[in-house]
């Protein structure tokens, strides 16, 4: 065997060895936190954030819908608001997250009612978490369930359960993770009943560098919802631009969503 071959076997070795290594190291609890947490980070701005997104909805014996909304995030302060642009019909709807409680306005009748986790953002497959700042380690426990292969990809499998008195839209949740990038590829929700919900793709993934964070941000371009439950809908998400510069002080007010329909 020639040097060049010897290394090429050594090298090959070492390559196998080291999902086995890692994939030990997941079942520690401290290990698997950490993951959260690195999830958490990327997604993570420290400052403020801006999105335009497009919203498709797909429901049975219906014609489809395609939305627009701008979303705008201040992580610093755990805020979130959801503004409708289009279609005409729907301008002016939007939601807001305040102090852990979120609100949906309309326009047309003046008024704000308090949502639930689970509510449809704008009655598509989409939840409030879907828009909002990552909270995975906050919000729940993991557990690992092993390695798998998801298309191309190598991802570790988590299970989730939610923490005992945090408010999610589902107690439960398996989570697929890119072992070489650390990006969420799937993710499945479950009902106490052990019932499938809902399941999300993530195929494409972003980043873009924060000033405020010195770091890179990572961020969905595109999120697919499928219902599990009517199984004729889903809801595809297209981020088109993020911008993480500081935004208007008074943004995350019940005021500046109303002014926005006047």
């Not at 909805?57 to 642009?85: C, F, G, P, S």
């Not at 798998?148 to 991802?155: H, P």
């Not at 008195?165 to 107690?171: F, H, K, L, M, R």
Request: proline content about 3%; glycine content about 4%.
């Amino acid at each position: 065997m020639t040097l060049r071959n010897l290394f090429g076997a050594v090298l090959a070795a070492v390559l196998l060895a080291v999902p086995s290594a890692r994939a030990a190291d997941m079942k520690d609890p401290a290990e698997l936190k950490k993951l959260l947490v690195t999830l958490d980070d990327r997604q993570s701005n420290g400052g403020d954030y801006k999105s335009l997104m497009y919203i498709e909805q797909k429901e049975k014996d219906k014609t489809d819908v395609v939305r627009e909304a701008v979303v705008y995030r201040r992580d610093a302060k755990d805020q979130l608001m959801i503004l409708m642009t289009k279609p005409k019909g729907e301008a002016g709807k939007g939601y807001l997250r305040l102090e852990k409680n979120l609100w949906s306005y309309d326009p047309n009748t003046g008024k704000w009612e308090r949502r639930t986790e689970r509510e449809r953002i704008a009655g598509t497959d989409s939840r409030r978490a879907d828009f909002d700042e990552s909270r995975l380690a906050e919000e729940f426990d993991p557990a690992f369930e092993g390695e798998e292969k998801l298309g191309k990809f190598t991802a570790w499998k988590l299970i989730l359960t939610a923490r005992q008195g945090v408010d999610v839209a589902y107690p439960v949740v398996h989570l697929w993770v890119d072992k070489e990038t650390s990006n969420i590829l799937k993710r499945q929700e479950f009902a106490l009943s052990k019932r499938l919900m809902r399941t999300s793709y993530y195929p494409k993934w972003m980043k873009l560098f924060s000033e405020s964070k010195k770091a890179d941000v990572w961020f969905p371009q595109e999120m697919r919802f499928y219902d599990e439950v009517e199984k004729a809908n889903s809801t595809v998400i297209v981020v088109k631009n993020v911008d993480l510069n500081a935004l208007e002080e008074n943004i995350f007010t019940k005021a500046w969503l109303e002014s926005k329909s006047r």
